[in-house]
């Protein structure tokens, strides 16, 4: 099964292609009837990209506030508290039986024709990487601990997958620069307002053009509004700051979102822009596995210094400085300074 991901890691998939090919994989271990794979920004734990195989995007949007503002027993947040980063949502099997939270799980999932519902959040020492989770219909057999155990297995693999995509792929270079538009969504989680530069970028991600799910858009600004209100309301959470990658909208896009009011419950405002400079160099490193002081490096070297003024800095000797940059290229793949710093977004 590993052998078998990482074959397909690296590919671009614009539509739900990744997330069948992940079902293909896991179902002879784990047998589901639907399945979704979220990928986060591992430096904020905000979900940054997606892919649904015969899992409705309905479902997802009605999960969404339980998920950020509910009850929900096994949201991103939750899960990451548990020794073992798996929630069962299953009238037979759950940690938290009877719970109002767990009794509107199961409406929700019923409303859509499942049973029962296993997920897992994919994390290492080094951050969360993204959500998998997988559906069961009503009436079949649900969901057991031997099942969370096997899935459980599929996280290495699936961390591999997931950084490998979130890397592949040219910068979006050739395509216009696109100013930073700003959308209002309401306390209904739709969209009231865009300006003309948040417009620009509706029709730059639009499905039509072939480079994004057709539920994204909408189910994405629900999503980075909802978790806006929720970090306002719990700090620790997550920071509502996403960033896709290029091989899933065809150039590197952050979006971050901040409520308008005191408590959460009005309009958020949600700010789309290109991700570069300091805004991509977190998620940037992480992606790619650099270490605290690569990443420093990799900092000044896109201020414009240079090795001699970077060991100065940092006070370490040039021959320190020139391996770290050694390593940089060759963890990211460049084969100069120039080209890294093209490929960061410089």
């Not at 109002?100 to 080094?126: F, K, Q, V, W």
Request: hydrophobic share 40%; net charge negative.
């Amino acid at each position: 099964m590993a052998r078998c991901l990482e074959a397909e890691a690296g590919e671009r998939f614009v539509r739900d292609e990744l997330a069948e090919l992940v079902s293909q994989a896991i179902g002879p271990w784990v047998a589901h009837d639907g399945l979704r794979l979220f990928g986060m920004n591992p430096v904020t734990g905000a979900i940054s990209f997606g892919f649904l195989h015969d899992f409705s995007p309905g479902l997802v949007r009605e999960q969404l506030p339980e998920s950020y503002l509910g009850e929900d027993p096994f949201s991103p947040v939750d899960i990451a508290r548990l020794p073992t980063p798996v929630g069962l949502i299953s009238r037979d099997n759950c940690a938290v039986p009877g719970s109002p939270g767990h009794r509107r799980a199961l409406e929700t999932l019923a409303a859509h024709g499942a049973g029962c519902e296993l997920r897992l959040l994919l994390r290492d020492s080094r951050g969360s990487w993204g959500l998998l989770a997988l559906l069961r219909e009503e009436g079949g057999r649900p969901f057991g601990p031997d099942d969370a155990e096997r899935l459980a297995r599929f996280s290495s693999p699936l961390i591999t997958l997931l950084r490998r995509y979130a890397t592949a792929g040219e910068p979006g270079l050739g395509r216009p620069h696109l100013p930073a538009g700003v959308v209002i969504v309401g306390a209904d989680h739709e969209v009231r307002s865009l300006t003309p530069e948040a417009q620009a970028w509706m029709r730059e991600i639009d499905p039509a053009r072939g480079l994004a799910p057709e539920w994204m858009p909408g189910v994405s600004m629900h999503e980075i509004s909802l978790a806006a209100r929720r970090h306002l309301i719990d700090p620790s959470a997550p920071r509502p700051v996403a960033c896709s990658p290029t091989a899933f909208l065809g150039r590197r896009i952050a979006v971050h979102a901040q409520t308008l009011d005191a408590d959460g419950n009005g309009d958020v405002a949600v700010i789309l822009q290109e991700a570069t400079g300091d805004l991509l160099l977190p998620v940037f490193s992480a992606w790619h596995g650099l270490t605290a002081r690569e990443r420093q490096i990799v900092q000044h070297l896109h201020s414009g210094a240079a090795p001699k003024q970077i060991a100065r800095s940092l006070c370490v000797s040039l021959h320190t400085v020139n391996t770290h940059v050694k390593t940089v290229f060759r963890k990211t793949g460049v084969s100069g300074r120039d080209e890294l710093l093209a490929t960061f977004g410089a």
